[in-house]
T-cell receptor, first 111, second 112 residues
Framework: GQQVMQIPQYQHVQEGEDFTTYCNSS?????IQWYKQRPGGHPVFLIQ?????EVKKQKRLTFQFGEAKKNSSLHITATQTTDVGTYFC???????????FGTGTLLAVQP | NAGVTQTPKFQVLKTGQSMTLQCAQD?????MSWYRQDPGMGLRLIHY???????DQGEVPNGYNVSRSTTEDFPLRLLSAAPSQTSVYFC???????????FGDGTRLSIL
């Protein structure tokens, strides 16, 4: 079945450093979604990418969808303590209606 | 609007007991789903529904049942609780499966 992996599993940075998480799917995705989950909270939708090679920006966050629509990345420039949390990608592949989430990357930011 | 409401927020069960986790949404969303979250495992899809009367299995359906008699409600039933089902359970909904998911606050379930 479809699998979505994320690396790294955990990242610890100093405030002001950049951060990147990578998402890789075993199948071609129709789209990719990114979510953020604060400690103790629930996942909150950040953005959706649909087109091959698409790049979107939200302030300090940059999202990319790979040309083959099997991978994606989230890059945060100059991290802040408010960026702390777990970042998940999620995608739907093939003819299925299942939305499969990645394993997540936990970001810790030291002031 | 309340969004997605999950009850209870916390529950402790004994092995072998059964229970139902409730999920309700007031956004007229067709797509609803249940996920479980375990450390290092991310969010794993248990069951999902694309509309009233239609359900399908996700990645880890064993030990769980669902039904979708109305658009608003999507309960998750644990038939005979096992310690391996200790987890945080999230319900989510959206207009369609490819649209952004709205999550409930989760149910933290412990099985002794």
């Amino acid at each position: 079945g479809q699998q979505v992996m994320q690396i790294p599993q955990y990242q610890h940075v100093q405030e002001g450093e950049d951060f990147t998480t990578y998402c890789n799917s075993s199948t071609t995705l129709s789209n990719i979604q990114w979510y953020k989950q604060r400690p103790g909270g629930h996942p909150v939708f950040l953005i959706q990418l649909v087109k091959s090679g698409e790049v979107k920006k939200q302030k300090r966050l940059t999202f990319q969808f790979g040309e083959a629509k099997k991978n994606s990345s989230l890059h945060i420039t100059a991290t802040q303590t408010t960026d702390v949390g777990t970042y998940f990608c999620a995608g739907k592949g093939g003819a299925t209606n299942k939305l499969i989430f990645g394993t997540g990357t936990l970001l810790a930011v030291q002031p | 609007n309340a969004g997605v409401t999950q009850t209870p927020k916390f529950q402790v069960l004994k092995t072998g007991q059964s229970m139902t986790l409730q999920c309700a949404q007031d956004m007229n969303h067709e797509y609803m789903s249940w996920y479980r979250q375990d450390p290092g495992m991310g969010l794993r899809l248990i069951h999902y529904s694309v509309g009233a009367g239609i359900t399908d299995q996700g990645e880890v359906p064993n030990g769980y049942n669902v039904s979708r008699s109305t658009t608003e409600d999507f309960p998750l039933r644990l038939l005979s609780a096992a310690p391996s089902q200790t987890s945080v359970y999230f319900c989510a909904s959206s207009y369609q499966g490819t649209q952004p998911q709205h999550f409930g606050d989760g149910t933290r379930l412990s099985i002794l």
